[in-house]
């Protein structure tokens, strides 16, 4: 389902923002996502609402991909 989606993604930036913020690493990549998948919310279960920019879960699982090769 997709709102389990949405919830593991989600788990998955606080868990990363824990372990950026303990190394004193930049958190902005994370913000970024975070906002994304916010905008994916949108277009999934308010889509009258519109998004700011495209988004699908291919953008989703190529943005988390990113973050997790950086």
């Known amino acids: 389902m997709l ?13 990363r923002q824990k372990d950026y913020q303990q190394q004193r690493r930049s958190t902005v990549e994370l913000t970024v996502f975070r ?3 916010e905008e ?3 277009s ?3 889509q009258q609402l519109g998004t700011k920019q495209p988004v699908s879960e291919k953008r989703i699982k190529q943005a988390w991909q990113a ?4």
């Open 3 to 15: 709102s389990d989606q949405l919830v593991a993604y989600m788990q998955g930036v606080q868990k």
């Open 67 to 70: 973050l997790s090769e950086g």
């Open 35 to 37: 906002w994304l998948l």
């Open 40 to 42: 994916y919310r949108v």
């Open 44 to 46: 999934l279960f308010a």
